[in-house]
């Protein structure tokens, strides 16, 4: 999904006790939005238009956001359910049937076809299910319920000025939870600056037009830094006696560097670009499989900022590529510390300059390479694994 708000959206709270006092609040609320909205340029019939039939929340919102699964589930888990063999197939078979276009959107942007077919597939599974919830409710529920008030708000502006174009109509204006919408999931602000007409029909229409959703997700991704020359990255060996201390985003070298260091792509053979600079990451530990990533990776992540998605996008569009799975073994993450414990050991790292990416329980890539800085800074072993010894030895860190 395009959208950097999955890294902002709140985890939404109860906030009624009746339906009834709910929905006259909801609806005075969604009232006092029309200053705002007028001031965008939007009519008034528009707007009764747009907000016709939004009388009160939509509990389904609330609960999928706070259950996205690239943000509550280890990496292996989320790649098992998103890199599927039917997902392989169905890629490879639109990469046959949808050559011509794919090639011509690659030479356009630069971006690889592989790549646009793993989003497309991740997204909305080739456009078999591109949302049916209302884009409107869903926004103004965020806004509602939200503490991230300032992105709902920037989002709900953004779709009144889409359905201001007239490429949709407020009827049929529909998308995710999250109000990402059409093909490759694309946000209101991200559609006003990165989708393009390229059927030529005068509509950036991404709901109805494959062809214009594919190459708006090409303009995201070129426009966001992607580069031809290299691919997003590897899956990698490290050599027995390889220094931890060089894992994560502050150690970019290039990738011939990292070949002197004996690093080797897990699947044999040579790197395809040797000149890009690139960093190593654990997204699941020491002990699970390693990725050398490349800036492309970024471009990635500033279309969805999850790591355990990138690498989804990217395994997905290597398989669909031919090639074959993860080498590594995932391993289980057993660590004996509470969810509260899990938080606190982030926190107190942040603190202490040795950043999580959050405190949210979850141990992703960043709080691995966390745990290693620190545990370099202070002359410990560097094994990358949380547990309470660790934690008692942050706490009385201070």
């Known amino acids: 999904m395009l959208k950097r708000l999955i890294a902002t959206l709140l985890i939404a709270t109860p906030l009624f006790t009746t339906m009834a006092q709910a929905d006259a609040k909801f609806e005075s609320f969604i009232q006092s939005l029309w200053p705002q909205v007028k001031a965008a340029g939007i009519s008034r019939p528009l707007f009764d238009a747009a907000i016709a039939g939004v009388t009160d929340p939509d509990p389904a919102v609330l609960k999928l956001a706070a259950t996205q699964p690239e943000f509550t589930s280890t990496t292996s888990a989320y790649l098992a359910k998103a890199v599927t063999p039917i997902r392989i197939d169905t890629g490879q078979q639109m990469k046959g049937s949808e050559g011509a276009l794919l090639s011509a959107i690659e030479k356009k942007y630069g971006v690889d076809r592989h790549i646009l077919l793993g989003i497309w597939g991740m997204e909305s599974n080739f456009g078999k299910d591109k949302g049916s919830m209302g884009v409107m409710r869903s926004l103004a529920t965020l806004l509602y319920a939200g503490r991230k008030k300032k992105f709902a708000r920037e989002?709900?502006?953004?779709?009144?000025?889409?359905?201001?174009?007239?490429?949709?109509?407020?009827?049929?204006?529909?998308?995710?939870?999250?109000?990402?919408?059409?093909?490759?999931?694309?946000?209101?602000?991200?559609?006003?600056?990165?989708?393009?007409?390229?059927?030529?029909?005068?509509?950036?229409?991404?709901?109805?037009?494959?062809?214009?959703?594919?190459?708006?997700?090409?303009?995201?991704?070129?426009?966001?830094?992607?580069?031809?020359?290299?691919?997003?990255?590897?899956?990698?060996?490290?050599?027995?006696?390889?220094?931890?201390?060089?894992?994560?985003?502050?150690?970019?070298?290039?990738?011939?560097?990292?070949?002197?260091?004996?690093?080797?792509?897990?699947?044999?053979?040579?790197?395809?670009?040797?000149?890009?600079?690139?960093?190593?990451?654990?997204?699941?530990?020491?002990?699970?499989?390693?990725?050398?990533?490349?800036?492309?990776?970024?471009?990635?992540?500033?279309?969805?900022?999850?790591?355990?998605?990138?690498?989804?996008?990217?395994?997905?569009?290597?398989?669909?590529?031919?090639?074959?799975?993860?080498?590594?073994?995932?391993?289980?993450?057993?660590?004996?510390?509470?969810?509260?414990?899990?938080?606190?050991?982030?926190?107190?790292?942040?603190?202490?300059?040795?950043?999580?990416?959050?405190?949210?329980?979850r141990f992703g890539a960043r709080t691995y390479e966390a745990i290693i800085a620190y545990q370099k800074s202070v002359g410990l072993p560097l094994d990358g694994k949380p547990s309470s010894k660790l934690l008692e030895r942050l706490r009385s860190a201070g």
């Open 155 to 361: 989002q709900l502006i953004a779709a009144f000025k889409i359905l201001k174009s007239g490429t949709r109509s407020p009827d049929n204006f529909t998308g995710s939870w999250a109000a990402a919408m059409g093909h490759t999931q694309f946000i209101p602000t991200s559609y006003l600056a990165y989708a393009v007409d390229w059927t030529g029909d005068g509509k950036r229409d991404i709901w109805g037009s494959k062809e214009d959703a594919l190459a708006s997700t090409a303009n995201y991704l070129a426009k966001a830094g992607w580069k031809s020359d290299r691919p997003w990255g590897w899956e990698v060996s490290l050599p027995a006696k390889f220094n931890k201390a060089l894992i994560g985003r502050s150690k970019w070298r290039p990738v011939s560097e990292w070949v002197k260091l004996g690093v080797t792509p897990a699947s044999g053979g040579n790197f395809s670009a040797p000149q890009a600079d690139a960093f190593m990451m654990i997204p699941q530990g020491i002990d699970g499989p390693a990725f050398l990533v490349t800036r492309n990776f970024l471009s990635l992540m500033n279309y969805n900022y999850s790591h355990s998605y990138a690498i989804a996008v990217g395994h997905l569009a290597d398989r669909i590529r031919g090639g074959g799975p993860i080498v590594g073994a995932w391993p289980d993450i057993n660590y004996d510390l509470t969810f509260a414990q899990r938080v606190d050991l982030q926190k107190r790292l942040s603190r202490l300059g040795f950043e999580t990416g959050g405190a949210d329980g």
